[in-house]
């Protein structure tokens, strides 16, 4: 693994954000990862910081793995690649399976943090969270946005993830 500066990933992660997605890994409090998939995120400055923010419905037991720990990583695979693995991590939740079990994942452990990171992606972000907020009802001025999205609420929270070592794979 190379240490990059989290901007030279950026192109391959919009690719992947506009395509199958990328896994956004937490851990619970005896280590086990969880993948889950996303397709929205965000790579800027805030606070003089480098930070990744990440959207994650209330519902996911994702959320409450990130609440619980303050860490994340993100995990971005090359364009094509582990199609079927993203497909499973976005429509399966880790309170009724182990998804890293079930699909043979490989981890890494994280060098930043306790969360670990999935073997065979290309591109990887360790994260840990520096704030989280969440979208207000009555301030979504799209109604097209909030019929498409939102026509149950579980408005996203916001997680601010200062990123901490961005990686690529060697
Ligand atoms: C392509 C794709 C993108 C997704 N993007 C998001 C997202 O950005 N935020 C979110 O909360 N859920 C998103 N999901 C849904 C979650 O991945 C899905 O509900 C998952 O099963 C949650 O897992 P968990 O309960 O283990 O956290 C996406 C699903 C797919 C297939």
Same mark, same amino acid.
């Given at each position: 693994m190379k240490p990059i500066? *989290? /901007?030279e990933g950026f192109v391959q992660l919009q690719e992947n954000l506009e395509g199958n997605g990328v896994f956004l890994v937490s851990v619970d409090k005896e280590g086990r990862a969880n993948p889950m998939t996303i397709g929205w995120g965000l790579l800027g400055t805030v /606070?003089? %910081? *480098?930070?990744? @923010?990440? @959207?994650?419905r209330p519902s996911r037991f994702t959320h409450h793995l990130i609440e619980e720990s &303050? &860490?994340?990583a993100v995990c971005v695979p090359?364009? &094509?690649? @582990? #199609?079927?693995? @993203? +497909?499973? #991590? +976005?429509?399966?939740? &880790?309170r009724q399976v182990d998804k890293v079990r079930e699909l043979g994942l490989e981890l890494l *452990? +994280? %060098?930043k943090g306790r969360v670990p990171l999935l073997a065979g992606c290309a591109v990887h972000y360790? #994260? %840990?969270v520096?704030?989280?907020? %969440?979208l207000a009802q009555g301030k979504l001025f799209s109604p097209e946005i909030q019929a498409r999205y939102y026509p149950e609420g579980d408005l996203h929270t916001l997680f601010f993830g200062e990123i901490l070592a961005a990686w690529r794979a060697a």
């Open positions: 500066n *989290p /901007w /606070w003089r %910081r *480098p930070v990744f @923010l990440v @959207l994650v &303050g &860490g994340f090359k364009k &094509g690649e @582990l #199609c079927d693995a @993203l +497909g499973f #991590c +976005g429509t399966h939740s &880790g *452990p +994280g %060098r360790e #994260c %840990r520096v704030a989280q907020t %969440r």
